[in-house]
């Protein structure tokens, strides 16, 4: 929680908004991305899935193969509280959604699905994806793939995996797929990031978006965020706090960019500091 707190406090006095961008490409992404403001229909449906979640009060067996949990105690948790405390929130959801919009891309990575909030985003963001979701808990897969059938929310173009991420991914690197766009929420442990980063390294292309969340979940994780930015393929990243993106565009300088992605700080405290 202390690490947190003051990440975040660095954060703040760090971060910029568009006045302090001055590459063309991330300037366009902040202000007709970031900042758009427009009430698209779609976060409705986004607000209606995640309440379906909040209303689901059922127990169920957590299989968690990550970095643990700051609230739960045991592996034994309620629907609605892991769609409250674990799950992407609505803030973040939306801003997934406008990112997954902006680009469009063809294949979507998810890594880690939970109950699908993020899932739900990925696929109303651009409805000609095909998204292929990995999750390592079968139990809450299930309660996805039931709440995602009972939504107004596209099922057709997601395939869900159940599959220990390291396996899935070492198993088909041999043929990759050129995922346009992967949202890293599995595991949060350095070694874990690392390695689906290097796992994943063949499928880029110059287009490629690789979001990491969490980045400031603990030392370890920033440490895992530093090499990423580091690396030579990488060209451009963006630190929003609760998210790491990422781009591999061979055209552009190397820069690093820390962006808050709310003009105003009135919620930002709340959306962004989970424990």
Request: charged content about 20%; glycine content about 4%.
């Amino acid at each position: 929680m202390i690490h947190i707190l003051k990440s975040y406090l660095k954060f703040l006095w760090k971060s910029k908004n568009e006045h302090g961008v001055h590459s063309p490409f991330v300037y366009d992404l902040v202000t007709k991305c970031f900042y758009d403001k427009t009430n698209y229909s779609e976060y409705a449906i986004l607000n209606n899935y995640r309440k379906s979640l909040l209303t689901n009060k059922n127990a169920i067996e957590v299989t968690d193969f990550g970095a643990g949990s700051r609230v739960f105690k045991s592996n034994t948790r309620e629907v609605n509280k892991i769609a409250k405390t674990a799950g992407i929130t609505s803030k973040n959801a939306e801003l997934l959604f406008r990112i997954v919009n902006y680009f469009q891309p063809k294949n979507t990575l998810e890594i880690g699905t939970s109950l699908g909030l993020a899932t739900s985003a990925l696929s109303l963001g651009y409805l000609k994806t095909k998204i292929t979701s990995l999750e390592g808990c079968p139990n809450t897969l299930s309660i996805a793939e039931n709440h995602l059938q009972n939504s107004s929310i596209n099922k057709d173009n997601i395939h869900f995996i159940n599959t220990e991420f390291t396996q899935y991914l070492s198993s088909y690197n041999t043929q990759p797929t050129n995922y346009n766009f992967i949202y890293f929420d599995g595991n949060h442990s350095k070694k874990a990031t690392l390695e689906y980063f290097e796992l994943l390294l063949p499928t880029i292309t110059n287009e490629t978006v690789w979001i990491f969340d969490d980045i400031h979940w603990s030392k370890e994780m920033e440490e895992a965020w530093e090499t990423i930015k580091k690396h030579a393929t990488v060209k451009i990243t963006i630190d929003t706090f609760q998210w790491g993106i990422v781009f591999f565009r061979q055209e552009q300088e190397k820069e690093h960019f820390i962006i808050n992605p709310n003009k105003t700080l009135s919620s930002f405290l709340f959306e962004k500091i989970r424990f």
